[in-house]
């Protein structure tokens, strides 16, 4: 059974960094890709912020982080790491991590797309 689990969330002040983590265990295959996703506070949608195919390494960035978030394999199997750079209060949000049985393709930013969720982590950003 695949199992995510995210971790990392906290208060960070506008213009600071924080790191992500996501270990998704019970993965059977390489053929897989790990999104995240975020919900903003009040609201019910989901936004995309990145996927990543495990099998290539490559990176799909939603414009409103690109340039800011990366995103790198962790030390342990099944592990990423998503780095957050120049953080604005709008991106405070609930962050879950996702892994999907397919490859990010064109519609990566899709939550609905994804096959299995983490809980979700928090962060804040607010001075």
């Known amino acids: 059974q695949v199992q995510v689990v995210e971790s990392g969330g906290g208060l960070v002040q506008p213009g600071g960094s924080l790191r992500l983590s996501c270990v998704a265990s019970?993965?059977?295959?390489?053929?897989?890709?790990i999104g995240w996703f975020r919900q903003a506070p009040g609201k019910e949608e989901y936004e995309g912020v990145l996927?990543?195919?495990?099998?290539?390494?490559?990176?799909s960035y939603g414009d409103s982080v690109k340039g800011r978030f990366t995103i790198s394999r962790g030390n342990a199997k099944n592990t990423v790491l998503l780095q957050m750079n120049s953080l604005k209060p709008d991106d405070t949000a609930v962050y879950y991590c996702?892994?999907?049985?397919?490859?990010?393709?064109?519609?990566?930013?899709?939550?609905?797309?994804?096959?299995?969720w983490g809980k979700g982590t928090l962060v804040s950003v607010s001075a």
């Open positions: 996702a892994v999907s049985l397919l490859l990010c393709g064109s519609r990566w930013h899709v939550a609905n797309r994804m096959d299995y």
């Open positions: 019970g993965i059977s295959s390489d053929y897989y890709a």
């Open positions: 996927c990543f195919s495990n099998i290539d390494g490559s990176t």
